[in-house]
């Protein structure tokens, strides 16, 4: 499809119902479209809509090794129950000595750097096996998704699709509600949304419900949804987001990363 068209389909489905646009997206681009998943309370809805209407549609799932082992438990029997296609995504083995070396520290003394290491670059190797990335992103969430689009063209040719964009907190309270879908296990002791262990903490009835991620370091997205999805090159990434690589930077280089 030319961008021209993409935009106009993109403003098509704003009023589309975000089954209809699922359904678009998997039949137009089958079998090169895939999903991204959390697993978490909020993500129920769009998983539970993706598998009703195509069961075999690959589930991504950035298993960073930082999970809280109630996520991986609960990715574990919602994949079972649902009979759901997961496809675990890991980081690249050139940055394992790296990783290790900085297990503890990483993920708070350079989150942007850990998020780069354990999802944006594991996600864009998987999805350069697909046409079209389906995402359960919605406009309520930051303000840097309040001006995403339904449709979206990357450069690289990826479609990006993101069927719940229009829905809010209460639509996906409604939804679970109405097929009594299961909620994360921490959902009901304060993790309203759940990342890893290491940037997630419980937040209060009043709080925002992303406020408990990446609490008091001045972070609010992991990068998939922003323009550090864009960056492909360390070095491009280190330059426009300050980033410092500690010891170990000579594996990476080494390595071509
Ligand atoms: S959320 Fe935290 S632990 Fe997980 S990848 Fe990002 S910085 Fe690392």
Redesign the pocket.
């Known amino acids: 499809m030319l961008p021209s068209e993409i935009e106009k389909l993109s403003q098509e489905f704003e009023t589309k119902t975000p089954q209809e646009i699922i359904r678009w997206a998997l039949e137009e681009y089958w079998p090169e479209a895939a999903l991204s998943s959390s697993f978490q309370t909020q993500s129920m809805p769009l998983l539970h809509m993706v598998t009703r209407i195509n069961r075999s549609a690959p589930v991504f799932f ?1 298993d ?4 809280f082992w109630d996520t991986l438990m609960f990715r574990e029997r919602i994949a079972s129950e649902w009979r759901i296609n997961v496809v675990d995504l890991y980081r690249d083995h050139h940055w394992d000595v790296f990783a290790r070396n900085h297990i503890r520290s ?3 003394e ?10 944006v670059q594991p996600m864009q190797k998987a999805l350069q096996d697909v046409k079209a990335w389906i995402t359960g992103i919605r406009r309520d969430q930051t303000s840097a998704r309040a001006h995403a689009k339904i449709l979206e063209l990357q450069p690289d040719g990826l479609l990006k699709v993101n069927p719940l964009l229009n829905w809010t907190k209460t639509d996906i309270a409604r939804y679970m509600q109405e097929h009594n879908l299961p909620k994360h296990p921490l959902y009901e002791t304060g993790y309203r949304s759940v ?6 903490v419980a937040i209060g009835m009043d709080d925002d419900d992303r406020a408990g ?2 609490a008091g370091r001045g ?1 609010v997205e ?2 998939l949804h922003t323009e550090m999805f864009r960056k492909k090159d360390i070095e491009e990434l280190k330059r426009d987001f300050r980033i410092e690589v500690k010891e170990g930077a000579k594996e990476e280089k080494s390595a071509g990363v």
């Open positions: 950035l960073t090794g930082y999970h990483l993920p708070l350079d989150p942007d750097l850990c998020c780069y290491l354990h999802k990342g890893c262990a290491p940037c997630t991620r990446w972070k992991c990068g």
